[in-house]
């Protein structure tokens, strides 16, 4: 149907993450490209700028920034086969000269930059993978210039996720691969963080529409278990890329458990969280 044909597209085409949702019945593209405008203006960067991503992936959400702010931008990503997408995105567009991408492990600190010479660092759905929140925000700040900005856009738990209660933990379990979650944050791990680097937190919001996900989650599972079939075929037929057949697998084990995660408001995988170098 158009509606698959439209979630197929924003799978295969756009950067893996689910948005916040910020403008309801809207795609997930659209949502994404609401919630990228809304990064870029938190970050208050332009021509003549550079900007740092952190698991920039194949490279899209870098792309769109740089449409967005005329910044340039540097990418990191553990992937070598997604640094190379992205890199041959940026040259198919002809902004490969503003829009590079390196292979680099983001908890590999300190970074080959210099001090003082990124306006801005951003990350969607990165932070979760990083071993050492302090040392990291530390090398941020390194790099940063005065004022600049850390946007991130990932895992906050809420106070009401429960780690005695055996349902909390079985919707926990089930959802942490579909999310590829490898460490659960709370603010406090947040806060600590920003203290010990000396960043100041100048936003923290969840801007989905009442802080829930879950229309557009339950959306996506209806989705992956209809073309489940489908997409395994194309992937074997290797006219789809492989990552493509591990995503749908994974939402169709833990689909229903991450609608629920959501709904029983145990978290977020969209908390817009700003940080700034005090200048």
């Known amino acids: 149907t ?15 993450y689910i948005p916040p949702r910020i403008e309801a019945g809207k795609s997930v593209h659209h949502n994404q490209l609401l919630y990228e405008r809304m990064m870029a203006e938190d970050l208050r960067v332009g021509p003549g700028d550079t900007l740092l991503e952190l698991g920039c ?17 540097v990418g990191y990503n553990v992937d070598e086969t997604q640094v190379e997408s992205a890199n041959d995105f940026a040259r198919r567009r002809g902004v490969d000269g503003a829009c590079r991408f390196h292979v680099r492990d983001l908890n590999d600190v300190p970074y080959p930059l210099e001090d003082g010479s990124i306006a801005g660092v951003y990350e969607i759905g990165a ?10 925000f530390k090398d941020i700040h390194r790099i940063l210039r005065p004022a600049g900005r850390l ?13 005695t209660d055996p349902e909390h933990r079985r919707i926990m379990s089930e959802t ?14 947040y806060q600590r963080a920003c203290d ?8 923290n919001e969840n801007p989905s529409i009442d802080g829930l996900m879950v229309p557009m989650i339950e959306y996506l599972n209806k989705y992956f278990a209809v073309a489940k079939h489908t997409v395994n075929l194309g992937t074997r037929l290797q006219v789809l890329p492989k990552h493509l057949s591990k995503l749908f697998t994974k939402f169709n084990e833990g ?3 991450f609608a629920a995660f959501d709904e029983l408001r145990f978290g ?5 969280i700003v940080v700034e170098k005090p200048g």
């Open 2 to 16: 158009p509606q698959h044909s439209s979630a197929a597209s924003d799978v295969y085409k756009r950067q893996m």
């Open 57 to 73: 992936g194949r490279g899209r959400v870098a792309n769109n920034v740089h449409s967005l702010t005329g910044a340039a931008l």
């Open 127 to 136: 932070i979760c993978y990083c071993t050492d929140l302090e040392r990291l």
């Open 151 to 163: 946007s991130l856009l990932d895992i906050c738990m809420y106070d009401a996720y429960d780690a």
């Open 176 to 189: 942490k691969p579909l999310v590829g979650l490898l460490r659960a944050l709370y603010w406090d791990d």
């Open 196 to 203: 010990s680097a000396g960043l100041k937190v100048v936003k």
């Open 255 to 257: 689909g229903e458990a």
């Open 268 to 272: 977020t995988i969209a908390q817009h």
